[in-house]
Structure formats: structure tokens, C-alpha cells
């Protein structure tokens, strides 16, 4: 998990700087397909290894997990300003993606945490209380 969220950090600063110049105002760097891919990659595999799900999952178990699931929120947080960005400005579609499927990942290792320490906590609707 570490050297992943090491990648990430670092794909993450390269989403600083692609967002921080508008596309087609010259040189900058900007996130690729293949960093998208390779999340997406990361995603199915560590899906593959969880037991499929049947109810949605609350934010928590072991503590791992909760900063996970935190991450999580913070990443659909930034993929809606971005969004609210794209409406202003350029925006490299990459870039919009790789915060979407960030968050998939963040979600995705959160219950792989959980896999390692307790069982997700899942959602129990009202009238099942």
C-alpha cells in the first residue's frame, strides 16, 4: 500500500500542475491515460481479491480504512470543483478522470484494509434496523 500511495502523491502533484495552466496555454505537464490506466489496473486487482458486495459500505472499520474512506471524500470533493472548473476553463479530461477513479481506489483499498483487519461496515437500511 505504501509505494501506491507513494505513485499517488506523485500523481498528484503532476494533477497540480496540469490544472494550474489551462490546456493550450503552452508547455505543462499534464496527467496521462496511462497513469488513469494504472489505476484502474491497481482497482480491478485489488477488487478481484474482496468478496462482492451486497449492501453499500459506511465509512470505517479498522483505521486505515477510515483515512481511506476520508481520502475518498476528499477526492470526489476536488473531482466536483473540477468539474465546476471545466465549465470556466480547458480542462484535460485526463486529469477529470484520474480524480474519478481515484476516488474508486481510495474506496476499493479502504475495503481491502478492512479485508486485512475487520469486516466492512455495511449500510443497514431503516426498516431493517
Known sequence: MDVALAAIQNDLFDLGADLCRPEGTGEALRVADAQVDKLESAID???AT???LRSFVLPGGTALAAH???CRT?????ERLVV???E??????A????????SDWFFVAARMANDEGRSDVLWV?????
Open 50 to 52: 474482496l468478496q462482492p
Open 68 to 70: 481511506l474512506h476520508l
Open 95 to 102: 486529469a477529470l478522470r484520474y480524480l474519478n477513479r481515484l
Open 125 to 129: 437500511p431503516g426498516a431493517n434496523r
Open 84 to 86: 465546476a472548473l471545466s
Open 88 to 93: 470556466q476553463h480547458s480542462v484535460n479530461g
Open 45 to 47: 486487482a485489488m477488487t
Open 74 to 78: 476528499v477526492a470526489r470533493r476536488a
